[in-house]
């Protein structure tokens, strides 16, 4: 037997599970996917995902790799891979979608050869029943522009202990931030970021505390204070999960 190692791109809506890690005790979106991967290759399959999204977070892009085991080290054609991604589309929930999957060798990991992670956030300022769950509802408009005064200060630091929860686990704290900035969308707004890696809770606090400066409760420049301080008490508060957007991963 020979093991041959696929990545797999699929898309999906958060708004019914805790993340994309298994857990004890609740739906996740990898534990979902990796049934449905042992169903259609009849035999055990266990993902690793390019990164995590926390509970109620949406994917518009997202990657994993799994092995599996077969009989030669020829690997599936693109008719056979196209037969899985229909297979695992039938039987996995409206939320959750396959694009592709294809093999790669041994060495590739969908987490650790990712170089670039790009997220979204999504504000509107009126009662909008097709948005509900995909974007924060504000009723005041904050000044876009004192918050992107922000957000280019954000860009000079490298350590985010203080928009990182507590107690993550994680070697260091340090993310190079590439692209941030928001964006004027119709009747609402988005923030845009980009950056080699994330912590858990680091968008949607930056969000949060970005907030606080485009509603003129802190100046732009207190942001390095905040940064600097390294405590999360100091940052803003946690915007709600449902606006934010995982939307590329680059390799």
């Known amino acids: 037997m020979i093991t041959q190692r696929y990545f797999i791109e699929l898309s999906y809506d958060g708004t019914n599970y805790h993340g994309w890690q298994t857990q004890p005790n609740a739906v996740a979106v990898q534990e ?20 995590r999204t926390d509970t109620g977070v949406h994917a518009k892009e997202f990657f994993a790799h799994f092995d599996i085991q077969t009989i030669d080290d020829r690997p599936r054609t693109i008719d056979e891979t196209a037969t899985v991604v229909r297979s695992l589309n039938s039987i996995l929930p409206k939320d959750i979608a396959i694009k592709n999957v294809f093999a790669v060798t041994a060495e590739a990991h ?21 948005k509900t769950g995909y974007s924060w509802e504000l009723r005041d408009r904050p000044d876009v522009e004192l918050m992107n005064k922000a957000a ?6 490298t350590d985010f202990s ?21 964006i004027i969308e119709g009747d609402g707004m988005v923030f845009q970021i980009s950056a080699d890696r994330f912590l858990r809770n680091m968008v949607r606090a930056i969000v949060g505390t970005l907030i606080m400066v485009g509603r003129k409760e802190i100046e732009p420049e207190a942001v390095r204070t905040i940064i600097e301080s390294k405590n999360r008490s100091n940052a803003g508060m946690s915007v709600p999960a449902c606006g934010l957007f995982l939307t590329r991963v680059q390799y």
């Open 32 to 51: 979902v996917l990796d049934k449905a991967l042992s169903t259609v290759l009849r035999q055990p399959v266990e993902t690793v995902g390019c990164g």
């Open 152 to 157: 280019v200060i954000i860009m000079e630091y």
């Open 162 to 182: 203080c928009f990182s929860k507590s107690n993550t686990q994680v070697k260091t704290n340090n993310c190079k931030i590439s692209k941030t900035g928001w």
């Open 110 to 130: 969908a987490r650790f050869d990712a170089t670039l992670r790009s997220y979204e956030y999504h504000i509107h300022f009126s009662k909008d029943p097709f």
